[in-house]
């Protein structure tokens, strides 16, 4: 089982350039995926986006590539044009504006294009940024899958508690008549009513199926199985398990409005806990 939320970073020193992927996942509905990356790079970001969706499935995905040059003076070019045209922009606005403050030199080299890196040194990268992309997804994957053994061992133990909860459940209802009986009785005591034996039998018989939560319990135990198979077969494990703990969730909710008594009570309101406490480790499963 894979988890959604990981990170892994990749660096190699190629070419006079110290090139850095940092893969950044969480979780997510679909599988979404960005990227940043030089604008000279970006013919190879279509075939890397496929690349990651035939390995992947799910999950938010950031990829973000950063070049240095080991050595700025062979990666770093004036871009004369770009400049030219953008002193031209400023003294036609300065001709049309009174009260211009000067430019700053630095603030037209940041200006975008103005320096960038040579376009002929980074196609040469291709390669190398491909197959750094490659480990770091496979750093990325290994991470989710560490994450992913975590989130089977804290379901499988809240899976655990809710077998014992049910365990502690069912003696409870065992002597649902008897006990709605003795409890009729004892207020038709206390009101001074009689009722006729027949009566009284009918009016136990309908509290005690309105009371009745056998079925309830019987599909909350085949819900906590199916989830143990689930979680021991094929993946991907993440909408199949949030379906399971909808249904889970709605069979606790039907079981603590049918409870009559207090710890029974008690027993629902934990049950309803334990299957939150999973609904959110689930959030994060691919």
Not at 87 to 94: C, G, L, N, P
């Given at each position: 089982m894979y988890s959604m939320t990981a990170f892994a970073?990749?660096?190699i020193d190629t070419q006079g350039h110290?090139?850095?992927?940092?893969?950044?996942?969480?979780?997510?509905?679909?599988?979404?995926?960005?990227?940043?990356?030089?604008?000279?790079?970006?013919?190879?970001?279509?075939?890397?986006?496929?690349?990651?969706?035939?390995?992947?499935?799910?999950?938010?995905?950031?990829c973000n590539l950063r070049i240095e040059a080991i050595e700025a003076t062979d990666a770093m070019a004036l871009n004369q044009e770009k400049l030219d045209a953008l002193?031209?922009?400023?003294?036609?606005?300065?001709q049309h504006t009174a009260n211009t403050a000067p430019v700053d030199p630095l603030d037209l080299l940041r200006?975008?294009?103005?320096?960038?890196?040579t376009i002929g040194t980074l196609e040469n990268l291709q390669a190398g940024v491909s197959d750094l992309f490659d480990k770091a997804l496979d750093d990325l994957i290994l991470a989710r899958a560490r994450e992913g053994d975590q989130l089977i061992l804290a379901i499988e133990q809240r899976l655990d508690q809710i077998d014992h909860l049910?365990?502690?459940?069912?003696?409870?209802?065992?002597?649902?008549?008897?006990?709605?009986?003795?409890?009729?009785?004892?207020?038709?005591?206390h009101l001074k009513i009689?009722?006729?034996?027949?009566?009284?039998?009918?009016?136990?018989?309908?509290?005690?199926?309105?009371?009745?939560?056998a079925e309830e319990l019987d599909r909350l135990v085949i819900h906590v199985e199916e989830a143990r198979n689930h979680l021991a077969g094929k993946g991907p494990h993440g909408r199949r398990l949030d379906f399971l703990t909808q249904e889970l969730n709605r069979e606790a909710n039907t079981l603590g409005a049918k409870s009559v008594a207090p710890e029974q009570s008690q027993r629902a309101v934990d049950l309803k806990v334990l299957i939150e406490q999973i609904r959110e480790q689930v959030q994060n499963v691919e």
């Open positions: 970073r990749a660096t110290h090139l850095i992927w940092e893969l950044k996942s969480v979780n997510h509905r679909f599988l979404e995926t960005s990227f940043r990356m030089p604008e000279a790079l970006r013919i190879i970001e279509h075939p890397l986006r496929e690349h990651l969706r035939k390995r992947l499935s799910r999950g938010k995905v950031e002193i031209v922009a400023i003294e036609h606005v300065r200006w975008p294009g103005v320096m960038s890196t049910l365990q502690t459940l069912k003696p409870m209802t065992d002597h649902l008549a008897l006990n709605q009986k003795n409890k009729l009785q004892d207020r038709l005591a009689t009722l006729d034996s027949s009566r009284l039998e009918q009016e136990v018989a309908l509290l005690a199926q309105r009371a009745d939560v």
